[in-house]
């Protein structure tokens, strides 16, 4: 009885230094939380060990402490999960609008805009709408040849009706 007496004043004393040496700011109701929380258990236990309670407790809270464990991670893949698909979205419909502007600009066409409509999955092309200029002093008849090209070859490349690619010059 006497050393957990001893036990307790000591940590008590500890607790004090240590809540008196962090600085205040936002940590430092965490360490008296803790500290709080720590004197409580240290004076509880003997009175759990006299009931025979003691193991039940301990197992309790570690029960706890990992169902709170779990719920964390699980929220935290979730997360990681939603942010890696939308990344890698992001980054599929930029590399498309890329591929579809070099496509139109290799037949001599200047690419001012490219919109890309997506179904609703995010990876499969509705609709696509370029605004171009010739790239040169080409006829208009030239751009026309050109962009009729263009539009068969990304109707080709990526599988969609060549009346859904609207070629604005």
């Not at 890698?88 to 200047?110: D, N």
């Amino acid at each position: 009885m006497r050393e957990w007496i001893k036990t307790v004043s000591a940590s008590i004393c500890i607790m004090t230094i240590l809540v008196h040496l962090i600085p205040d700011g936002r940590f430092a109701k965490y360490v008296r939380f803790y500290a709080g929380l720590l004197i409580f258990f240290m004076i509880i236990l003997p009175v759990l060990e006299l009931l025979g309670t003691e193991g039940e407790l301990e197992r309790y809270l570690q029960l706890e402490f990992l169902k709170e464990d779990y719920y964390d991670l699980e929220t935290a893949a979730a997360g990681l999960a939603d942010l890696k698909n939308d990344q890698i979205l992001e980054a599929f419909q930029e590399e498309l609008t890329r591929q579809i502007s070099e496509v139109a600009e290799a037949y001599g066409l200047q690419v001012a805009s490219t919109e890309i409509d997506f179904g609703e999955d995010g990876y499969s092309i509705d609709s696509i709408a370029l605004k171009v200029e010739a790239a040169d002093d080409k006829t208009e008849e030239e751009i026309s040849e050109a962009a009729a090209g263009a539009r068969s070859e990304i109707a080709g490349l990526y599988l969609i009706p060549a009346l859904n690619i609207e070629i604005i010059y």
